[in-house]
């Protein structure tokens, strides 16, 4: 479901979308926490996205 909102509504790539999916696996089940994780990815890179927002 996370992959499919990244790729479709956020624009994403899809390997990113599965690295942020893979990732969040076990941390989040909010969608909502991938899309915010996707969008700053680009800026900070994706385990500081998570880091960030889950700490």
Same mark, same amino acid.
């Given at each position: 479901?996370?992959?499919?909102?990244?790729? *479709? *509504?956020?624009?994403?790539?899809?390997?990113?979308?599965?690295?942020?999916?893979?990732?969040?696996?076990?941390?989040?089940?909010?969608?909502?926490?991938?899309? *915010?994780?996707?969008?700053?990815?680009?800026?900070?890179?994706?385990?500081?996205?998570?880091?960030?927002?889950?700490?």
């Amino acid at each position: 479901m996370v992959k499919g909102v990244l790729v *479709r *509504r956020e624009g994403a790539n899809p390997e990113l979308a599965e690295e942020i999916a893979q990732k969040l696996e076990g941390k989040s089940q909010d969608v909502r926490d991938a899309v *915010r994780v996707a969008r700053l990815s680009p800026q900070l890179g994706t385990d500081k996205a998570i880091g960030l927002l889950l700490s």
